[in-house]
């Protein structure tokens, strides 16, 4: 996740194979392309973790 990013809120996956970006609420991949396979443990573990993204989201791209 990078500060002063674009909406939708979303965070990165990177690998030296794929970069793609996910959206936060939906889980949906809105850029890039990778295999369900490659990504399905980072796609678990913020399934976990959305809320604590979602805040991280709103301090790096909505502080004043």
């Given at each position: ?38 990504i ?16 991280k ?8």
């Amino acid at each position: 996740m990078y500060a002063g990013d674009h909406n939708p809120p979303h965070f990165h996956i990177l690998s030296p194979d794929f970069e793609i970006k996910v959206e936060i609420a939906s889980l949906d991949t809105i850029a890039g392309d990778a295999s369900l396979r490659d990504i399905r443990e980072a796609l678990e573990w913020a399934e976990d973790h959305r809320a604590e993204l979602s805040l991280k989201w709103i301090e790096l791209n909505e502080a004043e």
